[in-house]
């Protein structure tokens, strides 16, 4: 049977990182993907990441990426790609499937690192071709470059639906509108600058009543919305459209840390139902951690951080770093976290990160 | 209704919020000559402009939600700032001539030619005046940024904000 | 359509290399990218029908999660467009419903 030190699942900016940190220590490293490609959200990431020097802010996302994987292969870590694991079973055994087959392999610690995936919205016509995520346009436009449609509404003004909006123009489409039901905008003011310079209107307390079309998305009616959330009467606008993007927020994928047994807090902000971890990121389950979006949505830059701390949260329990050694480390990355969740947008998710370590600590 | 103005409600800095925040010039400053505009106005976690400027004129500090201060002596208009901001918030104005001066960041294709005349846009994207491209500079480093310069009418300084993006063909 | 020069990414240095079928119709793909890429630069959206109310749907997702993009292809049904690689000279045709082993109906 394959065994390793470390196995992580997942080769989005979380696993990668924490595959590279965990590799430096001189662990055996196995990544695992059910993915063709290695990166997850990170190669569609085109923008310049904020942050600081040590977040690798002025880099565009996928430039990070490619040095991420470049870092893999000089530190011989074990990339698997087409490997969909579907279960975790006592001590810490994964089942894969690659090319249709099964295949196992045998960790003396697992790394979560399985991301989110994005919400659906439900309203007349949502079903219709043409109606799909943001995160699908920007993989279409970014990675396989081609144009998923060339009017496009945008629906949701968090940093998603400003950045793909920004995007989709990058690529040649034209952003029609872009609709947000709450009375403000989400995302970063400066995001939203770019688009609004670029003549997309982005309308507050706006949502979708209906989409229109037969085969596929003709137009788009929208509707006011008052502070209730009820839809003010004659307020429709119709709009000229071919393509709906929805930006309506990212639900982390936990199945797999429910199927191994972790448990469980629940804490809106981060996207909903979040395993519990503690400040090592390691869940409830001895040897069993967790990081970036699984962990509670936030951004690339954050990921990064919780794979990195993984990394060497695993390498110290295996004896690779000793206890001085891996706590420098880990100060280092916890400062570097801190200054990610701090602001009038990071101090939520600071809140509610400390509210899922208290959970560890009401556990133990 | 009324529509509520800043950045919350529309997505650009109103000229309320413009004249608080700290990276932006006076403008006796911008008068003398070239001089950054920095138009970043929440305190988001970023501090690439405070390390991009070789002259020491932006300073972002601890924490690195600060706003961005813009010190208008020591900024020589040298424009490296522009580029290195993720939020594409820096600009650099110039009201030294008869003409007005204003540099942006332009991540679009294609790009316009020096010489050209361009439709420039304020920061809703309304078209407001034409201008004459003077400059377009796409350094390696500047990571496929460009920096386009446009000479327009002194008064629109601090009105126009970028081009109308160009038709593909 | 396909993005063919882009402000950040570049021109398209990748050359059309294959040849798909879809629903007896030829379209130009690069080999490798995924079917639901090809379909797209061609203008197609409809993917498939579901199987009580006949309604249209095309790709949500795009990374493999959510299976509206699935159709037949080569004969087998329920494959996710969105993730599985062109490869010049498939024969891919619009699934109704669970869709049918052989790709008839
Ligand atoms: C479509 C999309 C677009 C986004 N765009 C942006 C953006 O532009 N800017 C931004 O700041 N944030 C964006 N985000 C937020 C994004 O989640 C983070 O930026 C970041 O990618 C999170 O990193 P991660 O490593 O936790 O997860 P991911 O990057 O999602 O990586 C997780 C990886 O794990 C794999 N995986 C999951 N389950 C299994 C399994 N059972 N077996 C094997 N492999 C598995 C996935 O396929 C994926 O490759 C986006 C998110 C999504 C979903
Ligand atoms: S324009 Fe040059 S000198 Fe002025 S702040 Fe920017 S980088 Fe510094
Ligand atoms: S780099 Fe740009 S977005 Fe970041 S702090 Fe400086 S001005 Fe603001
Ligand atoms: S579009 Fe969701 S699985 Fe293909």
């Keep these: ?364 | 209704m009324m529509q509520k103005t800043g950045v919350i409600y529309q997505g650009f800095r109103s000229e309320k919020e413009l004249a608080e925040i700290p990276g932006v010039p006076s403008d006796e400053r911008i008068k003398k000559g070239s001089v950054a505009f920095i138009e970043c106005a929440q305190e988001i976690p970023c501090n690439p402009c405070e390390e991009a400027c070789p002259y020491g004129a932006i300073s972002v500090g601890k924490p690195i939600t600060n706003l961005p201060k813009l010190d208008e002596d020591k900024c020589i208009g040298c424009g490296s700032c522009i580029a290195a901001c993720p939020g594409l918030a820096i600009f650099l104005v110039n009201a030294s001539k008869s003409k007005g001066e204003v540099s942006f960041p332009f991540e679009y294709y294609p790009l316009p030619k020096k010489g050209d005349e361009v439709d420039c846009v304020d920061r809703e994207g309304n078209i407001v005046v034409k201008g004459k491209v003077l400059r377009i500079i796409k350094p390696p480093k500047y990571d496929a940024t460009a920096v386009i310069t446009v000479v327009i009418p002194i008064e629109y300084i601090k009105i126009v904000r970028s081009i109308k993006r160009l038709g593909r063909s | 359509m396909r993005v063919l020069h882009h402000p950040i990414l570049g021109d398209e240095t990748r050359k059309i290399d294959a040849t798909i079928i879809v629903d007896g119709r030829k379209i130009p793909a690069i080999e490798g990218e995924p079917i639901a890429a090809t379909l797209l630069s061609a203008g197609i959206k409809k993917f498939r029908e579901t199987q009580k109310n006949h309604k249209p749907r095309g790709i949500f997702c795009a990374i493999g999660r959510c299976t509206d993009c699935v159709m037949t292809v080569d004969g087998i049904p329920n494959v996710r467009t969105c993730v599985t690689p062109v490869k010049d000279g498939m024969i891919i045709s619009t699934q109704k419903g669970l869709g049918e082993w052989g790709g008839k109906k």
């Design chain 1, 1 to 364: 049977m394959k065994t390793t030190d470390i196995a992580v699942i997942g080769a989005g900016p979380a696993g990668l990182s924490c595959a590279v940190e965990a590799a430096k220590s001189g662990a055996r490293v196995t990544v695992l993907d059910e993915n063709l490609k290695p990166g997850g959200q990170l190669f569609k990431q085109i923008h310049k990441f904020f942050g600081s020097r040590e977040h690798r802010a002025g880099i565009r996302g996928f430039r990070i990426g490619q040095q991420l994987l470049e870092a893999t292969e000089r530190l011989d870590v074990q990339v698997l790609l087409d490997a969909a694991v579907y279960g975790i079973y006592e001590d810490r055994l994964i089942a894969y499937i690659t090319d249709g087959r099964d295949h196992t392999i045998k960790a003396k610690k697992i790394v979560l690192a399985t991301g989110a995936s994005e919400n659906a919205l439900a309203f007349p016509g949502c079903t219709l071709p043409g109606v799909m995520g943001a995160g699908a346009a920007q993989t279409m436009i970014n990675v396989n470059r081609v144009l998923p449609g060339k009017k496009i509404i945008m629906v949701g003004s968090g940093n998603v639906g400003l950045i793909v909006s920004y995007q989709l123009m990058q690529a040649g489409a034209d952003v029609v509108a872009l609709i947000e039901a709450a009375p403000k905008i989400g995302g970063y003011g400066v995001h939203a600058g770019k688009i609004r310079r670029a003549g997309v209107p982005i309308y507050t307390s706006t949502t979708i009543k209906e989409v229109l079309g037969e085969e596929k998305v003709e137009g788009v009616i929208t509707a006011s919305l008052d502070e209730k959330w009820q839809h003010i009467e004659d307020t429709e606008k119709r709009f000229e459209a071919d393509t709906v993007c929805l930006a309506v927020g990212l639900s982390p994928l936990t199945e797999l840390a429910w199927m191994a047994g972790c448990e469980f807090t629940f804490i809106p902000p981060l996207g909903g139902h979040v395993p519990i971890h503690d400040r090592n990121m390691e869940s409830t389950l001895t040897g069993v951690y967790i990081a970036g979006d699984i962990t509670g949505v936030e951004e690339a830059s954050s990921a990064m951080e919780e794979g990195r701390l993984a990394g060497v949260a695993c390498a110290e329990s295996l004896g690779y770093y000793n206890e001085k050694q891996a706590l420098a480390l880990k100060n280092e990355i916890w400062d570097r976290l801190d200054a990610l969740r701090t602001g009038p947008f990071g101090e939520g998710r600071f809140t509610a990160k400390l509210k899922q370590l208290e959970a560890r600590r009401q556990l133990a």
